[in-house]
């Protein structure tokens, strides 16, 4: 063990030593993907040597020019360091690493500020960074993968949206109701299906048949990840995410099946069909009764159905092409749930210009539908009725030099909060990311 502490710690010194050096030959951090680069090699030594880490920036101003309630914009940001430590070479602890998250958030909410200020905010909210304002660990988890990778388990401090509910598509959007997932499955209170980056003591197993076209996984994870002990009304009691003791508000648990069609294929068009679900069994806000805030209501379920389906490809292994995605969300008690049912369906093309291959355009529609029992509890508690919310979103993505993204965004809140009271709104803004 100190053999291996003691390599690590001189492979480290080595690249820090080299940081004014060059070096001629490939990188794994080229200028086109990092803002600094390899540091004249030292990240791919720390890379070899079982170390890698990233830094990445991204704000989201957005402006509401008409409609709403009020026109004015906000924008939020997070700061995002990812650290990755390959635990075999480091200490010898075979097919095993170690993946910690750090995010730092500021900024206000477009939602809650302009769009519905009487609501608290739509419930699709504009922006998918505004959540959690502050410093936070997130993950903190063990990966081990076996059998020629096909069996993954991870387990530590982990996020249920990481592996469930989940595309790589989504996040080519910046309203919340797409990226990170579809957003019935958050909407339950106390919060507990935990999305970035708030984390919660968990485990997961993944498996990829022989064949890889079927995959299975299931995770338990604490179902009390802000430590509220089943209140609704109850403040975080996890602000920053360093206090690891177990809650005390049941488990959660999910499950989905993976369908792989074309899996890995340059020629045919790859997607991947999904059912999944979870079951909370803890103690959750019992919306039909909103005049009691501390009634509450035990056990709450949720099944989806998911689809990723390439559709067009420019030519064989290109990654240019368009791609189309579409869910399906399902209430199974609607007590705990202010939506009953929800679906999104987009199109993402990359490389729509023969100049700029690597550029990205989206288009996406989203609709939700609350809940009777919520619709009820709003009523008796003699607050405005809700029936849907929905949202169009349209942006592109250009991928410059230096790992810069900049993408215009614009988004169409139609019936935000639901009430029918509040006039549809029209926003404009922009996603700016840096890999640093």
Known sequence: MMGSTTRFLTAAFLGVAALGTSIVG???????????????????????????????????????????EILGGTYADNIALDVLMDLERLFGIPSTSLLVKVSKRDGDSVSARFV??????????????????????????????????????????????????????YCQFVNNSFCGSPKPVFLQNPFTFTAYPLATWGARVRYDT?????????????????????????RSHNEHGLTWGLGNNGATLAGEI????????????????????????????????????????TGNGMIWLLADQ????????????????GALVFSLTDEANQMSSYFNVGLVYEGLFDGRPQDRTGLGITTGWYSDAYDDGLVAAGLPSKSYEAAIELNHGFVLPRGILIQPDIQYSIRPAGTGEIDNAFLIGAKVSINF
């Open 310 to 325: 390439r559709l067009y490809r420019v030519s064989p292994g290109s990654a240019r092409g368009l791609s189309a995605f």
């Open 210 to 234: 022989p064949s890889r076209v079927w995959t299975f996984q299931a995770a338990i994870y604490d179902g009390d990840p802000e430590l509220k002990d089943g209140d609704p009304t109850s």
């Open 26 to 68: 490939a990188t794994s951090f080229p200028t086109s993907e990092y803002l600094t680069g390899s540091w004249g090699g030292a990240r791919d030594r720390w890379n070899d040597a079982g170390f890698t880490f990233n830094l990445n920036y991204t704000a989201e101003p957005m402006f509401n020019i008409d409609g709403g």
């Open 258 to 297: 993976h369908y792989h069609l074309n899996r890995d294929s340059d020629q045919a068009l790859p997607g991947v069909y999904k059912i999944g679900g979870f079951y909370l069994t803890g103690d959750y806000q019992d919306f039909g009764r909103l005049s009691d805030p501390t009634a509450t209501v």
């Open 116 to 169: 519905a200020p009487s609501e608290g905010g739509n419930t699709f909210t504009v922006q998918e960074l505004y959540g959690g304002q502050n410093v936070k660990v997130a993950n903190v988890q063990f990966i081990t993968r076996l059998l020629d990778d096909r069996l993954d388990l991870a387990y530590g401090r982990l996020i249920a949206n990481d592996d469930f509910l989940r595309s790589d598509l």
